[in-house]
């Protein structure tokens, strides 16, 4: 994973082109690098702008010297997501508190698009979710049945509770949601099936 940025001078003398309808269809889902404790300010920001933009968030528990306070808590930090044409970036990258956008080498790269459709109808489900270490190889899984119907991750089983958890590859984080075990059902890829225990 790399971090690709571009210089950019407030004196130049080229206007940023501010497009009437930035949620074209042939837009793709980016990861912006964003200043820490910046990501709420960035949405913010960039959906005046008129992007489709998204940075979920989770309540925790911290504990202060005297109480403990549950907090809202970015679920990828340090990172916004944002459906753009990369040939038009400039707003995107004159936004305060945007460092760059992810990618490899000197271009930007998407985010998959199942991956961007999974942890958003996770955020949008409204059930609990956490960070999860990020799980490169393990099982794969569709959900068939209730509000994350669609999902994809991988299963597990933590103590007496099951999880999806949903990875952004090009991060290297994921996210873990408790599920139940009867709207599960194994993913197929080509020819390759995979099950799961109980």
Known sequence: MGLWS???????SAVPHFRSD????SDR?????????????????L???????FSPSYRTKRKRVDRITEIEVALFPGYVFCQFDTDKRL???MTPGVVGVVGRGSRPQPVD???IASIRTIALAGRPVQPWPFLRVGQRIRL???????????FLRVKDEYHLVVSITLLQRAVSVVIEKEAVAPWFSGDRQTSFES
Do not use: F, M
């Open 6 to 12: 571009e210089k950019v001078c407030p004196s130049e």
């Open 22 to 25: 930035p949620d074209l269809g």
């Open 29 to 45: 889902w980016y990861a912006l690098y964003v200043r820490s404790r910046h990501e709420k300010t960035v949405e913010n920001s």
């Open 47 to 53: 959906r005046v702008k008129g992007y489709s933009v």
């Open 91 to 93: 707003p995107i990258l």
């Open 113 to 115: 698009d199942t991956e």
């Open 144 to 154: 068939q049945a209730g509000p994350l119907a669609g999902a994809e991750g991988i």
